[in-house]
């Protein structure tokens, strides 16, 4: 059974940093590709960051520079470090897997305070 659990949302002001977190079960991050995916309210899901299983990155335009995806292999967790965070990145943050199938984790709450 796979699992992905999210953690380290929260508050935050503008400016600030927040380090996101994605544990696996069930299935190995080294092996395929991961993302991180948010949604704010009244907007649709949209991509953040990937990481395939060779350990290259890419990112939407909106974070570029900002915000980094890395992956602990021993761990079998997916990051996201999110820094100078700017209120429109207000949103519930999901960790994704691409397996057979799309796996989701249940989302953890970003709020970035301007």
């Known amino acids: 059974q796979v699992q992905l659990v999210e953690s380290g949302g929260g508050l935050v002001q503008a400016g600030g940093s927040l380090r996101l977190s994605c544990a696996a079960s069930?299935?190995?991050?080294?092996?395929?590709?991961a993302g991180w995916y948010r949604q704010a309210p009244g907007k649709q899901r949209e991509l953040v960051a990937r990481?395939?299983?060779?350990?290259?990155?890419s990112y939407a335009s909106s974070v570029k520079g900002r915000f980094t995806i890395s992956r602990d292999n021993t761990e079998n967790t997916v990051y996201l470090q999110m820094s100078r965070l700017k209120p429109e990145d207000t949103a519930v943050y999901y960790c994704n897997a691409e397996v057979e199938r799309d796996y989701w984790g249940q989302g953890t709450q970003v709020t970035v305070s301007s």
């Open positions: 069930g299935i190995t991050f080294s092996r395929n590709v």
């Open positions: 990481i395939n299983s060779f350990g290259d990155t």
